[in-house]
């Protein structure tokens, strides 16, 4: 095989590769069916133009055979009249337009049979076509069907890199340096200003107070304390509004009940009294 024989070969491959690939299925299937729907039109005109032509046959037979009936009519005239010479001669004339007709009438059966069987035709292509129509939509869900899957593909093989994870990693690790970075300026400009000291204070203060209240709270409730203020206003609204007898004599001098009186009591006393001699 000669040079320019094996680049002819090579030019044509890269061609037919080149529009290989350039074929969209659903451009190409479109273009197809554009194509069978022109032929389908053509051959409709065509089928017309049969049918007139037999049509006109038809039409013709029909004139030729009205006129050979004419001149048989003009025979019997002539024969009537007894001009005999006359009368063969209008037989003459019938029987030219009787063969005009039987010629006409061969071509319209002729032609009858070629309109049915195009006829046939038209039908079948226009069934080919609506096939074609039904298969094309078909063919086209596949090929979107399969584009979506391939791309699903695609993108569950880009997920299976972990160079997009990576990414946020990197991204999380930045952010988490950003707002360290500006929780330490915060701080610092704190300690600059002083706020932060004072705050730290205001802080601690708050707490104390409360933890104090809730310790001065708990001792007056087991009557090591007094109770506070706010008690003792609550104690004097509910003795005055509810003054029942004995209610006053159950508390005692120190803050201590009746009962807790009855305890201190009851408490054997004698393990404590050798270690207060000893002292």
């Known amino acids: 095989m000669g040079i320019f024989s094996r680049l002819g070969t090579l030019i044509k491959s ?8 350039a074929e969209d299925p659903e451009k190409m299937l479109s273009q197809v069916l554009l194509e069978m729907q022109q032929q389908l039109a053509d051959a409709k005109k065509a089928v017309a133009v049969a049918i007139a032509d037999e049509k006109k046959l038809q039409k013709q037979t029909v004139a030729e055979q009205d006129k050979a009936k004419e001149w048989e009519r003009k025979a019997m005239v002539a024969v009537r009249g007894g001009d005999d010479g006359l009368a063969r001669q209008a037989l003459a004339r019938k029987q030219e337009h009787e063969n005009v007709a039987g010629q006409f009438q061969t071509q319209w059966v002729a032609q009858k049979q070629a309109v049915e069987k195009l006829k046939d035709a038209l039908r079948l292509l226009n069934n080919k076509i609506e096939e074609a129509k039904r298969k094309k939509n078909i063919l086209i869900a596949r090929k979107k069907r399969a584009e979506a899957q391939q791309q699903i593909a695609n993108t569950m093989q880009g997920l299976g890199d972990t160079s997009a994870f990576d990414t946020f990693d990197r991204m999380a690790d930045r952010i988490a340096l950003m707002e360290a ?8 400009a704190g300690e600059l200003s002083g706020d932060t000291l004072e705050s730290k204070f205001l802080a601690l203060e708050a707490g104390g107070a409360n933890d104090d209240d809730a310790l001065a709270e708990l001792k007056a409730k087991m009557g090591l304390l007094e109770a506070p203020k706010s008690a003792d206003k609550m104690l004097k609204a509910g003795d005055d509004k509810d003054e029942t007898p004995g209610a006053k004599e159950t508390v005692t001098a120190g803050g201590l009940s009746a009962e807790d009186l009855k305890e201190l009591e009851d408490l054997d006393l004698s393990d404590l009294e050798p270690k207060a001699e000893a002292k």
């Open 14 to 21: 890269n061609i037919n590769d080149l529009i290989t690939k």
């Open 181 to 188: 970075e500006a929780e330490a300026g915060a701080e610092l």
